[in-house]
């Protein structure tokens, strides 16, 4: 049996959902509350002690980081439809994308997306409750964060990261702008783990991602929420509100 | 064919060289010069444009990144001893470590590592040689860490890399101190990517790599060099001298 523990579907959730659905695969949704800081409370703690989620339940072992979860249910559940190409090469290509997501793409969206939205989040907690959630949170660098997004990221920050972005859109328009499909003639984890984090841009980043700039990208985002299985997966796992439980 | 493009036997480079030679594969190393900024000369950048090593070439076919490099080797050469397991939660495992040596072990250790050796290589050249070089270089962030690495980096930037190192060593041993290999009862590219990074830390971070602090580490290290693979690639791939060949 299969347990995704996630937030909606979007940025590193969105992964393991899409492929989930992609691939047929019957499983449990439990959606944390990030609003409620939920991956950070100790009952999530003991299944990632990161706090951090996507995790994966599979008969009661526990798979951890997005794009592992992806790979591993390739590995896993090898009767599904693929989503890794078989050709050596073209899963290499395949890896580079997805590799190039976590270290280099989904970095920039995240900060503008946090000053954008976490920021506001943050603030709405006094300074007493705010320091004890931030107490709980595992992992240093996720520390920082919060208290840069409550505090507001430095102006060289959001410059920097603005400029990655733009980058990072030439860099995906540069391959759709004339194929479907990241790598070789195949949707694969390649496309699943950059649409987790390009889907939504025509709307946070219209400036840079739309028609007349990215024609390629836009086709490519439309591509996918066109396919049956995100259509179902978008209908079944609604987005989350980002307002705490009492306020929702 | 196989033909390897790397620096010496150390960091990313030392990856593919010693996957290479664990699975028995002959090839040509190609060697090129840092100290030269080979990796950055025009007849390079045709090969990886980001002007980076390593990368290799399989008839006439280039793989890059170090780690996709070594995923590569095992999929294109399946006959070849394994250096992956086939159980795929051991494989999650494996790449949950491949994963973390390339966000996060390494950066701290090369911020490090660049402080020491190459800020004096960067400063040993004058300002319009050493500008020129750096307009070769295809990578923004690449030219940053060089331009950083020749003014020195802020102190806050090397004692925050040095807090990573301290976590990195800590979460080696806490694996290390009671298990042969990162990775189930199998020596994997898990071992092969953070060796890569730790070898020679018990010279230079003797104070957090040594028998009494880090026994298991220790330990691991001398276990991966005593191996006949590790043996005949050290032997016949000589580390660089880090000097220009004028002066070499």
Redesign the interface.
Known sequence: MLTLYSFGPGANSLKPLLALYEKGLPFEGRRLNPAEFEHHEDWFKAINPRGQVPALD?DG?I???S???C??LE??FPDAPALRPAD??L??EM??WT?WV??YFCWCVSTIGWERMISQMARAIGDEEFEAKVARIPVPEQQKKWRDARNGFPKEVLDEEMRKIGVSVRRLEERLKDHDWLVGDQYTLADICNFAIANGMQKGFAELVNPTDTPGLVAWIDRINARPAAQRMFAEVPRESLKPREAA
């Open positions: 599979h072992t798979i951890t980081e794009t592992v979860i790979e591993y590995d896993a050596p090469v899963r290499a890896r580079v590799k976590d270290e």
